[in-house]
């Protein structure tokens, strides 16, 4: 196996720094992630290179310097992890008046950011700021809330995903993780508010229109799920999907008419649903259109014949229409 031949090269030129099966949660500093197959303890240069020289083609290969901002599946990783340790931590700012340093894998990253903004360089906020309790950046707190909901700490989560936010509103994903967390807390008025805070920004965000329609629907507010879904019509164009629940809700506000467009909007691709041509025989029957809505109730039952609720639809508008 390429793995155990890596291994016996490493062991043999690296007495003493090479482990197997070291979970993650050992080696990175969110305490996270399932088992490496191999872990190297390099020191120095020249264990870098001999942990190159051993590896075989086809065996992958991490290098996770200190541990720092690095999230691992519990899956792990199966190969080589390479860990610095401290006396890898050499900082060379020749190239500081260029914008350009070279730093060690074994320089923390508080200590990077000391050092470079000593002289006179930006661009590592995230870690002086953090050093100092104040807010890092965004992706680091998209970082701790992914975390935190992995560890169920969801009230964690929902912190750090409001840090995010803050800092980057412009992006989508630290509201849809919000609203994630927010609805396993139970909270749907914040839920709401995540959403409607992302559509601020993003007016046409499909998956914010969609839950919203899907929340406000189960609360009874349906005009404000109707509005929703009527963007999505706007967006998503011909989605069956949308046209068909536009119809069912338009029907439970009393507005057949409108229900009537969505629902044959829904048949223009969905022919088959006996669901849509029922609720389409509904409409056009609360109009006073009794011979379309005698079709389409006989359409529903011809794809669905043992459905109680289409038959007995169909039957009692044949009786209304057979009365004087």
């Known amino acids: 196996?390429?793995?155990?031949?890596?291994?016996?090269?490493?062991?043999?030129?690296?007495?003493?720094?090479?482990?197997?099966?070291?979970?993650f949660a050992e080696i990175t500093t969110y305490r996270l992630g399932g088992p490496a197959a191999v872990v190297v303890r390099a020191g120095t240069l020249d264990d870098i290179e001999a942990v190159a020289a051993a590896l075989v083609?086809?065996?992958?290969?991490?290098?996770?310097?200190r541990g720092s901002n690095l999230l691992v599946a519990d899956g792990g990783f199966a190969g080589v992890?390479?860990?610095c340790r401290a006396s890898l931590a050499g900082l060379d700012l020749a190239g500081a008046?260029?914008?350009?340093?070279?730093?060690?894998?074994?320089?923390?990253?508080?200590a990077l950011a000391r050092q470079t903004a000593a002289a006179g360089l930006g661009g590592l906020l995230y870690e002086f700021l953090s050093e100092h309790e104040l807010p890092p950046v965004h992706a680091s707190h998209y970082a701790?809330?992914?975390?935190?909901?992995?560890?169920g700490e969801y009230d964690y989560a929902v912190s750090q995903y409001r840090l995010g936010t803050k800092l980057r509103p412009d992006l989508d994903e630290g509201f849809l993780g919000l609203a994630a967390a927010l609805e396993t807390l139970g909270d749907r008025e914040s839920q709401v508010r995540?959403?409607?805070?992302?559509?601020?920004?993003?007016?046409?965000?499909?998956?914010?229109?969609?839950?919203?329609?899907?929340?406000?629907?189960?609360?009874?507010?349906?005009?404000?799920?109707?509005?929703?879904?009527?963007?999505?019509?706007?967006?998503?164009?011909?989605?069956?999907?949308?046209?068909?629940n536009l119809g069912v809700l338009f029907l439970k506000v009393?507005?057949?008419?409108?229900?009537?467009?969505?629902?044959?909007?829904?048949?223009?691709?969905?022919?088959?649903?006996?669901?849509?041509?029922?609720?389409?025989?509904?409409?056009?029957?609360?109009?006073?259109?009794?011979?379309?809505?005698?079709?389409?109730?006989?359409?529903?039952?011809?794809?669905?014949?043992?459905?109680?609720?289409?038959?007995?639809?169909?039957d009692a508008l044949r009786k209304e229409s057979a009365q004087p």
């Open 1 to 23: 196996m390429p793995l155990d031949e890596t291994v016996a090269r490493l062991e043999a030129t690296l007495p003493g720094r090479v482990c197997r099966g070291v979970p």
């Open 254 to 314: 009393g507005r057949p008419a409108d229900a009537e467009g969505h629902l044959f909007q829904t048949l223009r691709s969905e022919g088959e649903s006996a669901a849509a041509w029922n609720n389409l025989g509904v409409a056009l029957a609360q109009q006073g259109k009794r011979e379309p809505a005698l079709d389409a109730f006989m359409r529903a039952v011809e794809r669905s014949p043992e459905h109680v609720g289409y038959r007995g639809n169909l």
């Open 57 to 65: 083609p086809g065996v992958p290969v991490l290098v996770a310097g």
């Open 81 to 83: 992890v390479v860990t």
């Open 194 to 244: 995540a959403y409607e805070d992302l559509l601020a920004i993003h007016p046409r965000h499909r998956v914010a229109h969609s839950r919203l329609a899907e929340i406000h629907q189960e609360a009874g507010r349906l005009d404000r799920a109707i509005e929703h879904l009527l963007e999505l019509v706007e967006t998503e164009g011909d989605n069956p999907g949308v046209h068909y």
């Open 97 to 110: 008046e260029h914008g350009t340093v070279r730093a060690g894998a074994g320089l923390t990253l508080p």
């Open 144 to 151: 701790r809330a992914t975390a935190g909901v992995g560890r």
